[in-house]
């Protein structure tokens, strides 16, 4: 008998150690999980989303936010920079786990991988002198001289609208040519354009009216569901608690 209550003792001890074992495998497990790093793409040479500084760090628009959705997520950030045409097949082989590249969400895109909800909208902006005054919107551009770069789709939306377009090689040529008002206006990406701006100090504005607009997501492999529910939620938080206001009018001048 004694024999019998000692087995069923040890037995019992014996499983409730393993029990023990296992719910502290799982609990260093979810630790693990939380503090992984994150590795996030984006894109090479291209201020003010992301480039090199004079230190050799990392900076830009879409640098910070990469690191406040790291942040949210509780997981540190390892950033990668990548060249514009090979960064979606990265993703997809697994180099990084996410992009965070200024990339447009388009039905073709959304083919080979998933984008979370848009964390800013982007699109085609106009540019006039800050001294011009009959230019306030898109509709205003009918019969007007508008500059354009050779070769962007602004071209075909600002002939629609009855304009006089000027093509040009360069924005610079562009800037140049409104700041001395040869033209009466150009068509650029709303950021840059906000971010020549502001770094070059010209006498010009931004109107608030787009072109049309850009949405722009978060790029992650279709498999990753888990992953985009929390970087959705991280973009929520980011973008109603005034982070994206502060990291906008920081890099952009605008938001």
Known sequence: MKIKQVMVSVIVGLMMLLAVTACGKDSQKT?????????????EASPPFSYFNK???LEGFDVDYANEVGKRLNRDVKLISTAWEGILPGLLAKKYDLIIGSMAITEKRKESVNFSDPYYVSGAAIVVHK?????????????KNVGVTLGTTYEEAVNKLGANTKTYNTEVDQ??????????????????GAFTIKETKRPLKLLDS?????QIGVAIRKEDKELLKQVNKAIKEINSDGTYEKLAMKHFGTK
């Open 31 to 43: 630790t693990a999980g939380a503090d992984k790093e994150i590795r996030i793409a984006v894109t």
């Open 55 to 57: 230190d050799n760090k």
């Open 131 to 143: 001294d011009n005054q009959t230019i306030h919107s898109p509709k205003d551009l009918k019969g």
């Open 175 to 192: 800037l140049t040519d409104l700041e001395n008002k040869r033209i009466d206006a150009m068509v650029t990406d709303k950021f840059i």
């Open 210 to 214: 787009l072109l049309y607009e850009e």
